[in-house]
């Protein structure tokens, strides 16, 4: 089956440093990579979606400065988080998608990286 | 704009019975994708089923199958005998082409499966 890692799985980083985080699809070539944020018991919001070679599309409200999203070949998706505050403290999620067929087009999630900013 | 409706926030089952969990959704694209997804505690997405909304018969994956009334707009997710790991969050989601594929979620509902 389709699987995507994410690295790191966990991290704790001092307020108004850099972190990254790096999507990886495993064994298969993902298109489109999405980057998604969940506040505790709550849904996922997608922060931007990741075509290899192309600039991010961000969601309205998702400030691209603050979250740089590099997306370099058709197996990697990087999410930086420049100066990091904590109420960027959250649960980031990537997605990776593949296209089985005309109008099917399935996204697979990685285990998702647990940031805590203090 | 897509929409999906999940007004359950958490549902209780006992082990070995079935459970539904409800979805409603919105879109104005004709041709569209659902998804159901399981999240347990340890935070990663489980993909369970997809429906397209072109298929005619209703999909299937193992004790999960996916009650697609197309003319309601309701894709409820049925478990069949459930088990105690099946306790998680579950949330419905759907993309379109409309939308370039992204994906929309409801708000999830919490399901606890009592032994």
């Known amino acids: 089956g389709a699987v995507v890692s994410q690295h790191p799985s966990r991290v704790i980083c001092k307020s108004g440093t850099s972190v990254k985080i790096e999507c990886r699809s495993l064994?298969?070539?993902?298109?489109?990579m999405f980057w998604y944020r969940q506040f505790p018991k709550k849904s996922l919001m997608l922060m931007a979606t990741?075509?290899?070679?192309?600039?991010?599309?961000?969601e309205q409200g998702v400030e691209k400065d603050k979250f740089l999203i590099n997306h370099a070949s058709l197996t990697l998706s990087t999410l930086t988080v420049t100066s990091a505050h904590p109420e960027d403290s959250s649960f980031y999620i990537c997605?990776?998608?593949?296209?089985?067929?005309?109008?099917?087009?399935?996204?697979?999630f990685g285990p998702g990286t647990r940031l805590t900013v203090t | 704009a897509q929409k999906i409706t999940q007004t359950q926030p958490g549902m209780f089952v006992q082990e070995k019975e079935a459970v539904t969990l409800d979805c409603t959704y919105d879109?104005?694209?004709?041709?569209?994708?659902l998804f159901w997804y399981k999240q347990p505690s340890s935070g990663e997405m489980i993909f369970l089923i997809y429906q397209g909304s072109y298929d005619q018969q209703n999909a299937t994956e193992g004790r999960y199958s996916l009650n697609f009334q197309k003319a309601r707009k309701s894709a409820n997710l049925v478990i069949s005998a459930s088990q105690l790991g099946d306790s998680a969050m579950y949330f419905c989601a759907m993309n379109s082409g409309g939308s370039n594929y992204k994906l929309t979620f409801g708000k999830g509902t919490l399901l606890t499966v009592n032994p």
């Open positions: 990741s075509n290899e070679g192309s600039k991010a599309t961000y």
């Open positions: 879109t104005s694209d004709p041709s569209y994708g």
């Open positions: 064994d298969f070539q993902a298109t489109t």
């Open positions: 997605s990776a998608s593949v296209h089985p067929g005309q109008g099917a087009v399935e996204q697979y």
